[in-house]
């Protein structure tokens, strides 16, 4: 079977923004509060960053638990490494994840101003300038017959779409708006014209929206 771009977990308020504006050091997510947008995610057995504490295990742990799944490799926008722009100014600043990123692959960080790579635990960060499908190919090459997860955020992952390299999609609605910042989409409908789409409501109050495509 040949390697698949996926597109996990990904999760977009009611009016299609990955995140808000205004993003900073201290705030990731920009004018949204990443509690409440991932809240579905931190409350599952597999939250995004590990806890002592045992969470639900009930259909959205389902895709929390999916996301390393047979994945070799990660490719993310600047924005989702950090807020700095333009020219690197400090290179001792490595993330938001401290010393134990989650991603334990080899992850593409896309951008006009690349930098050394480093490694923290089993994640490397490379830092890449090209075009979408010039990075997904050494993104492939890396995860040696694994597939590649699209980390985003939106505005990267909409990039990739347009192109027509991803594979598959699983975009959590939760229910709240931004109202600006990165937007993935107004509508899921506009997918429809690339993908098969299902969607399978949450009891925690998320829409799961899968997409694989056509």
């Known amino acids: 079977m040949s390697q698949l771009l996926r597109v996990q977990n990904f999760t977009v308020s009611s ?13 990731p997510f920009g004018h949204a509060n990443p509690g409440d947008l991932l809240a579905w995610a931190f409350a599952t057995d597999h939250p995004p960053i590990k806890r002592s504490e045992p969470g639900g295990r009930g259909l959205d742990d389902y895709f929390t638990r999916d996301y390393g799944r047979n994945i070799g490799a ?14 690197w100014e400090d290179h001792e600043w490595q993330g938001w994840w401290g010393d134990e990123p989650p991603f334990h692959t080899p992850v593409f960080v896309m951008t006009h101003h690349t930098r050394p790579s480093f490694t923290l635990s089993d994640t490397t960060f490379h830092f890449v300038d090209g075009d979408p499908a010039s990075v997904l190919a050494q993104a492939k090459e890396a995860a040696q017959g694994q597939d590649v997860r699209l980390g985003g955020g939106a505005t990267l992952i909409r990039q990739f779409i347009e192109a027509g390299l991803v594979d598959t999609l699983h975009v959590a609605v ?31 109050g998320v829409t799961h929206h899968l997409f694989w495509r056509k």
Do not use: Y
């Open 15 to 27: 009016d299609g923004f990955g995140a808000g504006e205004g993003q900073s050091l201290k705030k």
């Open 74 to 87: 990660e490719i993310m926008g600047r924005n989702k490494f950090g807020p700095q722009r333009g020219p």
């Open 174 to 204: 939760a229910p709240m708006k931004l109202g600006s910042g990165a937007q993935l989409w107004e509508s899921p409908d506009e997918l429809l014209d690339q993908f098969h789409q299902d969607v399978v409501p949450s009891p925690s």
